[in-house]
């Protein structure tokens, strides 16, 4: 894995792997001392094109956890308010030997460009382009579902994928990168995926993606999903009249107290109520709900950090000449002499 | 005893078996006892894969000569990946889980336990890995086999047994728990020569 640019080519394999790694992250987390030497040395920077306080923040910390030297490059300020090119600023990181760059831009394919212009050698990671992909943020989501299960379950999460699992999808769909890259990791991973909407906010095409799509937010209830995702409405992104009203969005597809005593009603115990952030309380999602036991909001935050603390370190360990997963990583002593085959397999 | 391998031009020969380690891992465990003047205050952390089997079999062992001991508060497994100085170098790893026994670290004697003691690099990333984890008191070092070729002034107070190699061999380890070799599961040290 050179770079983290979607979920869509992400395989199954590499996504567990993330995962896995992600746990041992969370596990730091909890210790006094959060800290890892691994990727001491290295050079971070954060390129955000757009406004962002949890996804920068965290990855700030992520790389700090590791060690790592974080640079910060907010747009506003900077070179660019000037008319500078996204290549004249990659240049510039790159003649600054930034090991990896963390893109937020309105454009969506901006990191893939990035990653396959030749302009930079850095690790580009997209943390969201446009309405295309923020695959830390379904990564996140992810990790927050297995820990759910493997605690209901009473198992460990650690290798375990999300197969049998309902997972319902509201909202701004149209312009959520944060629902198409949940849309491919979680059916990667093996979950059942449900997209409920308004057809006006809902894309072109998607009939063609792996999911059952629902006009009504209480046919889809019915299905009894184990986790409801609600997306944040983009008012941002809305030029044009995609609903009549906010009190009539928030009353078809909100998740208000009706809905959260529906859950109740339906003996849904175990259902989670996730949200990417920032919301909108009152809009697509009540207080009530937002501040219930339900809710992961906080949960998903703090998995952020140990998300893409394992993304960095999959992505700026190793020997850049080979990105191939070993399976004797077990042997420890340094020479390769030592490394024997791994025969538990 | 040499036998040749299936792969062409590979000698392997056992240096250690099923008894061999057993016994020596008898000797260790009287051995960390007699040095702590007993079982007080004494954790095992075992640096994964093979290090802590190791460790929880030591733990048996000490267990049946003091009977106060619960040889499962006793252990823990050391993951010592993140702080390799030889990341770089290698294709990436998972790291594995760090789990220390509830009581902790902090003043105790904590003896880290491993297979092969060669260049001492990964000991040296323990001993870094454990300053994150806490304070113990001491810390002491038990090895199945010491091969020699030390790169770094570090040496191990227990050692089950002294191998003299040259470094074009290779040391396996092969425990019941982790390896199955053929459908069986092996107690076994062996070296391999590329001839």
């Known amino acids: ?345 | 005893m040499t036998m040749p391998a299936s792969d062409s031009g590979i000698t392997k020969r056992v240096v250690l078996a099923a008894a061999d380690i057993d016994r020596a891992l008898t000797r260790i465990a009287h051995e960390i006892l007699e040095a702590n003047k007993g079982s007080r205050n004494l954790v095992l952390l075992g640096i994964p894969r093979r290090g802590f089997p190791l460790a929880q079999r030591l733990a048996q062992k000490i267990a049946s000569v003091d009977t106060s001991v619960d040889p499962d508060l006793i252990t823990g497994q050391l993951d010592v990946t993140m702080y390799r100085d030889d990341l770089r170098r290698h294709p990436t790893r998972s790291p594995l889980a760090t789990q220390l026994p509830p009581s902790g670290i902090d003043d105790k004697v904590v003896v880290l336990v491993d297979d092969v003691l060669y260049s001492g690099r990964t000991i040296r990333a323990a001993l870094d890995a454990l300053a994150d984890l806490g304070r113990p008191r001491a810390v002491r070092l038990a090895v199945l086999v010491d091969r020699g070729h030390r790169e770094l002034p570090i040496r191990a107070d227990h050692v089950g047994k002294n191998l003299p190699t040259s470094s074009r061999e290779r040391v396996r380890v092969h425990l019941a728990e982790i390896d199955l070799i053929g459908g069986s599961a092996v107690n076994e040290v062996v070296i391999e020569d590329r001839a």
């Not at chain 1, 990855?59 to 956890?65: L, V």
């Not at chain 1, 209901?152 to 509201?170: E, F, H, Y």
């Not at chain 1, 909001?297 to 992505?315: D, E, I, P, T």
């Open chain 1, 1 to 345: 894995m050179k770079h983290l640019l979607s979920t869509q080519d992400l395989s199954a394999r590499n996504a567990l792997r993330l995962l896995d790694v992600a746990e041992e992250m969370a596990a730091v987390g909890e210790r006094e001392i959060k800290k890892l030497p691994a990727l001491r040395g290295r050079t971070v920077v954060n390129l955000f094109y757009e406004d962002s306080t949890r996804t920068r923040i965290s990855f700030e910390a992520a790389a700090k956890r590791l060690s790592a030297d974080v640079i910060n490059f907010a747009v506003k300020g900077s070179s660019v308010s000037k008319g500078e090119s996204l290549k004249d600023t990659a240049q510039t990181l790159e003649a600054m030997s930034a090991d990896a760059v963390v893109i937020r831009h309105p454009a969506s394919g901006a990191p893939a460009r990035l990653a396959a212009s030749g302009w930079i050698d850095a690790a580009v990671v997209n943390a969201g382009d446009g309405t295309h992909e923020h695959p830390t943020q379904a990564l996140l989501d992810a990790f927050t579902l297995r820990r759910h299960r493997a605690r209901l379950g009473g198992l460990p999460s650690a290798g375990s994928t999300l197969a049998g699992l309902k997972v319902l999808i509201v909202g701004d769909v149209l312009h959520s990168r944060v629902a198409r890259s949940n849309v491919w990791l979680l059916t990667t991973l093996g979950a059942e995926v449900l997209l409920a909407g308004p057809p006006t906010l809902l894309p072109v095409g998607i009939g063609s993606w792996p999911c059952t799509v629902f006009y009504n937010l209480d046919d889809a209830l019915a299905q009894r999903p184990d986790a409801v995702m609600m997306l944040r409405l983009q008012a941002e992104r809305m030029n044009a009249a995609f609903f009549p009203s906010t009190r009539e969005y928030s009353r078809r597809w909100g998740f208000d107290d009706g809905r959260l005593a529906l859950l109740d009603t339906m003996g849904l115990d175990d259902t989670v109520i996730m949200h990417p952030g920032p919301m909108n309380r009152g809009l697509e999602i009540s207080a009530a709900a937002a501040d219930s036991p339900r809710s992961t909001v906080l949960a998903q935050v703090r998995n952020g950090v140990s998300v893409r603390m394992a993304a960095l370190y999959l992505l700026l360990s190793g020997d850049p000449r080979d990105d191939d997963e070993p399976d004797a990583h077990d042997r420890t002593d340094s020479p390769p002499i030592l490394i024997p085959e791994g025969r538990a397999s």
